[in-house]
Structures are given as structure tokens and as C-alpha cells.
């Protein structure tokens, strides 16, 4: 049985040890293996077979080039992925708590590459590019960064909601326009009747429109 001093100085050690290499912890060290690690091997697993789906269109003419649109978002996604857990693996700091945060960026990856890749030549046509962008280099670069993809979406949301509102403040003025025109209308016809008669029947009739004018404040 260990001595009470030779367990406190073993703990001394092991506590010394885990701040002399701290980020590292037995399981970020574990993490960083890939053959340890489930979601790093799902991902490489699906950016083989997304390399698959890109190329299967060159092989095969009848297959629909959606297929190689989401080759190449699945592409995209997997570099980034791959690219990103990398800076970490190298140094044994991969936290296993950030594997959900993988998938989902993943799966995001996944589905702006996509919505480029089918969408983008639209969005892009009337835009000078030093490039040609086909649908599958845009699911690429859309599989890559999601985040560019959704700010791509978020300015043309805003940009509807401007027109939508824009459209409704100019129907909203061409009423009150009106209002305004048949009141004017009906203000200066009633001053002309007002006008008509003699002199003390023009006071009374200038008085009693006034009246009317007040109450209708």
C-alpha cells in the first residue's frame, strides 16, 4: 500500500504535468487520433463518397448534374471540415465536445453548396466576374462557406422585405393623397357656396363653415 506522502506527491506530479501541457487532456489526446475519433471518420467517409457523386456525371452522361452539384457542396464541406480539425489534430487539441458542432457545420455545408450550386448562375447572371462560375465551382465554394451562402440569402430577404414595405408605404400615400384632394374639393366648393349672397349672408355662411371646420378637429 502506498504512503499517504507518496500519493500526495504523485498527485503534485500529475496536477504539475496537466498545467505544463495544458490545452492537451488524455481526451483531446484521444480525440485527435482519427481512428479513435467517429465524426472525423464520418465526415472523411462522406467526402469520399461526395467525391464519387462529382465525378460520376463525367462517367455517365444520363445522370442529373444535381448530382455533381451535391458532389461538390459534399466536396466543399469536407475540406473545410477537414481543414478546420486539422489546426487541432497536429497538436492533440481536438475537443471531443465540438464533434456535434462538426456535423452540423457539415450538414450546413452540405445544403448552401447545394442552394448555390442550383441557385447562384441566377443570383450571378447579371454580375461581371473575372471567372466563369459553373454550378458545380459554386456548390464547391457554397460547401466550403455556409456562412457566405446565408448572408447571400439574408441581403436578398432584406431586399424583398424593403420592396414589400416600400410598395405598401406607396400605396398607403397614394390614399392619403386622395383623401386629401377629395377634402380640398369639398372645402373649396363649400367656400364658394359660402361666397354667394350678400354681404351679411357671405359673414354668416364664412362663420358657419369655419364652425364646421373646428368641430372637425
Known amino acids: 500500500m502506498s504512503h499517504p506522502s507518496e500519493l500526495n506527491r504523485a498527485l503534485k506530479v500529475h496536477s504539475e ?44 452522361q444520363d ?28 497538436r492533440s487539441t481536438f475537443n471531443p465536445k465540438y464533434n456535434q458542432k462538426y456535423i452540423i457545420n457539415f450538414a450546413l455545408g452540405l445544403f448552401a453548396g447545394s442552394i448555390l450550386g442550383m441557385f447562384g448562375t ?39 422585405v424593403t420592396l414589400i414595405k416600400g410598395s405598401s408605404r406607396d400605396k398607403n400615400q397614394v390614399k392619403t393623397d386622395k383623401a386629401i384632394e377629395r377634402a380640398n374639393g369639398h372645402l373649396a366648393s363649400k367656400l364658394h357656396q359660402a361666397l354667394e349672397g350678400d354681404e351679411q349672408q357671405i359673414r354668416q355662411n364664412v362663420e358657419k363653415l369655419l364652425k364646421e371646420l373646428l368641430d372637425r378637429r
Open 122 to 160: 441566377d443570383l450571378l447572371a447579371n454580375r461581371q466576374t473575372s471567372f466563369f462560375l459553373t454550378p458545380s465551382l459554386l456548390a464547391l465554394v457554397g460547401g466550403f462557406s455556409a456562412e457566405a451562402v446565408a448572408q447571400i440569402l439574408q441581403r436578398i430577404a432584406d431586399t424583398l
Open 17 to 60: 504535468l496537466c498545467r505544463l501541457i495544458r490545452p492537451v487532456t488524455p481526451e483531446s489526446i484521444r480525440a485527435s487520433r482519427v481512428k479513435d475519433n467517429l465524426t472525423l471518420q464520418g465526415i472523411i467517409l462522406a467526402g469520399l463518397i461526395s467525391f464519387v457523386l462529382f465525378i460520376l456525371p463525367l462517367a455517365a
Open 63 to 90: 445522370i442529373p448534374k444535381f448530382v455533381q452539384i451535391l458532389g461538390a457542396a459534399g466536396l466543399g464541406s469536407t475540406f473545410h471540415a477537414l481543414y478546420t480539425a486539422n489546426k487541432y489534430l497536429h
